[in-house]
């Protein structure tokens, strides 16, 4: 599977972006999807993630209550909605798959990722 994150853009502090990731190749409706970010000089950090069915998901602590994942299977598509973005929400964010369906916190559950897109939140 390949992926292709895109929606990313500028946003003042307090507003919102829904950030998009296409799957294309092989099957996505059995695969875990995520998404993680990197702001500059940090490592790759944990957003969030979403199981194959939608049934479940998981947040970093300080997107809980701001951001929403979600995906359409018939769609191939994953989607990261981000309500009342901070400044310190600014970093890259990267959308990853984890085609053997569990997913996870650790980068090295995801055996592929998207080119990422950029965020900045502006005051």
């Known amino acids: 599977v390949q992926l292709q994150a895109s929606g990313g853009g500028s946003v003042q502090a307090g507003g919102s972006l829904r950030l998009s990731c296409a799957a294309s190749?092989?099957?996505?409706?059995?695969?875990?999807m995520a998404w993680f970010r990197q702001a500059p000089g940090k490592e790759r950090d944990f957003v969030a993630d979403?199981?194959?069915?939608?049934?479940?998901?998981r947040y970093e602590d300080s997107v809980k209550g701001r951001f929403t994942i979600s995906r359409d299977n018939a769609k191939k598509t994953s989607y990261l909605l981000m309500n009342s973005l901070k400044l310190e929400d600014t970093a890259v964010y990267y959308c990853?798959?984890?085609?053997?369906?569990?997913?996870?916190?650790?980068?090295?559950?995801?055996?592929?990722w998207g080119q990422g897109t950029l965020v900045t939140v502006s005051s």
């Open positions: 990853a798959a984890d085609t053997k369906g569990y997913g996870g916190y650790g980068l090295g559950r995801y055996d592929t």
């Open positions: 190749g092989r099957t996505f409706s059995r695969d875990s």
């Open positions: 979403i199981s194959w069915s939608g049934g479940r998901t």
